[in-house]
C-alpha cells in the first residue's frame, strides 16, 4: 500500500504533504459556499440543507459492507481532480474514511468540501457524489470499530511523519450510476 492510500503502511518519501506546515483538524468555512447546479434535477433547492441519501437499494447497501476500497475524488486549488484509493466503511448513511492530517486529499476537502466516490468495479458502477467534513478525535467508537471488524485496522493510530489522524465524513447527496455500466 502506498502513503496515498491512508492505509496501514510507511509514507512515501516522494510525499509532499510532510513538509508542509499542519493545518487544524477542524474544515475551514469554505470562501464561497459550494451549491449544486440548480438546473440538475436532484438538486436542492438553493439556500436548503443537503441531506444525506440513504443507500439506493440491498445490492448497493451489500457492496457497500463488503467492499474494501473506493475511489476518493477531490479537487485542488487550481480546479483539477485528485483521485485516490482509500479503505473505508458506511455507516449511519454516510461514508467514514480515515487519513493523515497532513494527505492531499485533507487539505482538498478543507478547501472545497465536494468529493466524488466510486466503488472499483466498473462493471457494476456505484458512484456518489457529496460533501465531506474532516473531524479530529476522538472519533465515533461504532466508526473505530467498524473499521477493526471490516480491515482488523485501528483508524486512529497516526504514522510516522503523517501528522495527526482525521475522520472524513462524508454525507451522500446524489446516488449516480447505481447498477450497470453504460
Known amino acids: 500500500m502506498n502513503a496515498h492510500q491512508d492505509t496501514p503502511g510507511t509514507p512515501s518519501a516522494a510525499e509532499p504533504s510532510d513538509a508542509l506546515p499542519q493545518q487544524s483538524t477542524e474544515a475551514a468555512p469554505n470562501p464561497q459556499p459550494s451549491q449544486p447546479d440548480a438546473s440538475e434535477p ?3 433547492e438553493p439556500g436548503a440543507t443537503p441531506h444525506t441519501l440513504p443507500v439506493p437499494d440491498a445490492e448497493a447497501a451489500s457492496r457497500l459492507a463488503r467492499e474494501r476500497n473506493v475511489w476518493l ?14 479503505w473505508f466503511v458506511h455507516l449511519r448513511d454516510r461514508w467514514w474514511i480515515g487519513s493523515d492530517e497532513r494527505a492531499v ?10 468529493i466524488s466516490l466510486a466503488l472499483e468495479d466498473g462493471d457494476h458502477p456505484l458512484v456518489a457524489e457529496g460533501t465531506a467534513r474532516v473531524l479530529a478525535t476522538p472519533f465515533p467508537p461504532e466508526i473505530v470499530a467498524a473499521f477493526r471488524q471490516k480491515y482488523d485496522w485501528d483508524v486512529t493510530e497516526p504514522r510516522p511523519r ?5 475522520l472524513l465524513e462524508v454525507r451522500t447527496l446524489r446516488w449516480l450510476l447505481a447498477g450497470t455500466a453504460q
Open 42 to 44: 436532484d438538486a436542492p
Open 105 to 114: 486529499k485533507v487539505r482538498n476537502i478543507r478547501r472545497t468540501p465536494r
Open 73 to 86: 475524488c477531490t479537487v485542488r486549488p487550481d480546479g483539477t481532480s485528485h483521485v485516490a484509493p482509500v
Open 162 to 166: 503523517a501528522g495527526a489522524r482525521v
